[in-house]
C-alpha cells in the first residue's frame, strides 16, 4: 500500500472529508489533496508535521509510514560510499553552524539522506552543492 493510501485510510477512520482534515490541521487549502493526487510529492516538513499531528502521530512516525511501502522494502540499498557520506555530513554540519540553526537528530538524519542522495545523482560534481545544501535546509526546517 502506497503513502497516499495509508494517508486516505486515516483520514478515513477519521470520518471526515479531507478538506476538513486540512482545516483542522491547519493547512491551506488543498494542500493534502495534491499530496493524495500526486501533484505535490515532496511536502514540506512544516506540512509533514502539521499532518502527523492531526494524525496523532509524531513526524517521525509519519515519515516511517511514508517510506515503508512494499516496494521500497523490496529494493536493497547499495552500498554506502563512505567518503561521500563524510563530504556531506561535513558540509552539513558547516552549514547549520553558519546559518545558527539548532535541529533534531532526526531532522539532522533526513537532510543528510537528502543531500547524499543528491549528490549520488550528480557523479560528476566534485564537490558538494552549497547552493542545494542551503536550500534543502532553509526548505525542510521552514527557514527565510
Known amino acids: 500500500m502506497s503513502f497516499t493510501e495509508k494517508l486516505k485510510k486515516e483520514i478515513a477512520s477519521q470520518q471526515i472529508s479531507i478538506s476538513e482534515f486540512e482545516r483542522r490541521a ?60 563524510k563530504i556531506c555530513c561535513n558540509h552539513l554540519i558547516t552549514k547549520l553552524i553558519e546559518m545558527d540553526v539548532d535541529i533534531s537528530l532526526n531532522d539532522y538524519s533526513l537532510l543528510l539522506r ?22 534543502i535546509i532553509k526548505k525542510n526546517l521552514n527557514l527565510r
Do not use: C
Not at 33 to 55: D, E
Not at 116 to 129: A, G, I, L
Open 26 to 85: 491547519g493547512l491551506n487549502r488543498n494542500i493534502v489533496q495534491n499530496i493524495l493526487l500526486g501533484k505535490s510529492k515532496n511536502p514540506s516538513m512544516k506540512t509533514l508535521q502539521a499532518i502527523s499531528q492531526a494524525l496523532g502521530y509524531s513526524t517521525h512516525e509519519l515519515i516511517n509510514l511514508m517510506n515503508s511501502n512494499e516496494d521500497q522494502q523490496s529494493k536493497k540499498p547499495g552500498p554506502v560510499n563512505l567518503e561521500t557520506l
Open 114 to 135: 537528502d543531500i547524499y542522495n543528491y549528490q549520488n545523482e550528480n557523479p560528476n560534481k566534485k564537490e558538494v552543492d552549497e547552493v542545494f545544501v542551503k536550500w
